[in-house]
């Protein structure tokens, strides 16, 4: 389900971070460098490494297009590379001199978050290359950030083991003691939880600290109330502090590696251990998946960064069987990028992407949909796919049989979701106007439906 594709070795000191664009592979180390590979076949860029920092480089991250790097270093700065180059296009100093241990893009690239040892948050404006707001924690230094997935806050972490919450006017919403001994990494999930009512979203985020631990939070954005933050769960696979932890960009994953050497890999639906992977020789230091492609790259103290590569059909496959009806309802665009790969239709990728077409999109393609709208001309390739929808619209069928019939809703003959069980172990399904409208009443009182309630 998972192979070592490659290794690269190329650092001359402990790997610090690595990160991910649609084409490059980037690494940073303690030996001052950033080193950048392109994904077709790993081969270092012509203009890599990339030399400025005197001391060693803690994090590097790309913007959201790619076009931008930013690397961050123990000399103070925060640097930002022209990726088709290497040529440097900004040097920014951290006000204080001190240390800077993480940097982050926002989802738009306007800004840049660096965090530094002395505690003092920077915001600079990404375009102007010049300080916007500066900000600082109570106690400890700065070492993880993360931006929300709509970009309107950013949470960072501290060597003290405080969560904060951060809006994009530097101003300090919420701060809370997550991890005991300190944080040392945090991220968002890219994707909504599923579930969430109008004018309300849901996302993961993902902390890890010293205390061995991984901390599970759901932040909740309200238009007009702000946000709230909720504590989940807590994953406990690793025997030792846990330095790293990342998102798949569908949000079905999370890895995550640790002091004890190893990488794990988890299922984020049902919080279960897809993988243990036990190659680095020393602390893993950083994890992060690839953007459009299912690689995962992991940098340990070895000196090393392993690139992995799934399955994509095996995941696929197994994501229907754990959960057949959100696979029909709710697969992203990425999932059905996956699948595309899977079934060796990679050529298509790009044009399902430009129609966005997502599962239930792509349940409802025809012949005439793929010729006129997709306008993929040629006759085999569009018989091609067609079987294989069909294929998978069988299997989808015959998995949702499976389900005994008491799980089903009556109305959306879908699986039920949280229902309520009443005192005479009836149970029930909530159901909101604004879902169903006037009509709906209507019907259930048509079929004499007693077991929903509505809000």
């Known amino acids: 389900m998972v192979k070592l594709l490659h290794t690269l070795a190329d650092h001359e000191d402990d790997v610090n971070c690595c990160a991910f664009s649609s084409s490059l592979l980037a690494t940073c180390s303690l030996d001052k460098t950033i080193r950048l590979y392109s994904l077709s076949d790993f081969a270092e860029a012509p203009y890599s490494p990339l030399k400025f ?17 930013a690397s961050c270093s123990t000399d103070g700065t925060t640097v930002l590379w022209d990726t088709q180059n290497g040529q440097i296009l900004a040097v920014m100093e951290q006000p204080s001199g001190s240390p800077v241990r993480v940097c982050r893009f926002s989802p738009d690239s306007t800004c840049l978050v660096s965090g530094a040892s002395d505690g003092t948050v920077v915001l600079w404006n990404a375009q102007s290359y010049k300080l916007h707001r500066c900000a ?57 939880v599923p579930g969430g009512e109008q004018g309300l979203q849901f996302f993961q985020l993902a902390s890890c600290g010293q205390d061995c631990q991984i901390k599970i939070w759901i932040i909740s954005f309200i238009h007009i109330l702000g946000f709230e933050l909720k504590y989940k769960s807590t994953l406990t696979g690793h025997c030792a502090p846990v330095l790293a932890c990342a998102f ?44 459009n492609i299912l690689l995962l790259a992991t940098g340990s103290m070895d000196k090393t960064v392993n690139i992995w590569q799934f399955d994509t059909e095996t995941l696929c496959q197994a994501k229907i069987q754990d959960h057949p009806k959100q696979f029909t309802e709710n697969w992203s665009e990425d999932d059905v990028s996956n699948w595309l790969c899977a079934e060796g239709l990679e050529d298509l990728v790009d044009i399902f992407k430009m129609n966005n077409i997502d599962g239930r999109e792509l349940l409802n393609l025809t012949k005439e949909s793929l010729a ?63 879902q169903w409208g006037q009509s709906a009443f209507s019907k259930l009182n048509q079929q004499g439906l007693n077991n929903t309630a509505f809000t």
């Not at 091609?384 to 015959?398: G, N, P, Q, S, W």
Request: aromatic letters at 6%; charged letters at 25%; glycine letters at 4%.
């Open 372 to 434: 006129d709208d997709l306008k993929i001309e040629s006759l085999g390739l569009r018989s091609k796919v067609l079987r294989k929808i069909e294929e998978l619209r069988t299997k989808v069928k015959t998995l949702s049989s499976e389900i005994p019939d008491e799980f089903i809703c009556p109305i959306t003959r879908e699986l039920m979701k949280d229902p309520v069980i009443a005192s005479d172990e009836s149970s029930y399904r909530i159901l909101t106007r604004s």
């Open 248 to 291: 798949s960009h569908d949000g079905q994953m999370l890895v995550s590696g640790s002091v004890d050497k190893s990488v794990i890999v988890y299922d984020t639906n049902t919080e279960n251990i897809l993988h243990t992977l036990t190659q680095h020789t020393r602390y893993v230091t950083t994890c992060a998946f690839a953007p």
């Open 136 to 192: 600082s924690v109570k106690d400890g230094s700065l070492v993880a950030c993360a931006f929300s997935p709509p970009g309107n806050l950013f949470v960072t972490g501290s060597s003290c083991g405080d969560l904060t919450v951060w809006d994009d006017k530097m101003r300090c919403l919420h701060s809370e003691k997550a991890h005991d001994l300190g944080i040392t990494c945090c991220d968002f999930s890219s994707q909504p």
């Open 53 to 69: 920092h005197t001391y060693a480089v803690h994090c590097c991250c790309f913007s959201p297009s790619g076009h931008i790097l």
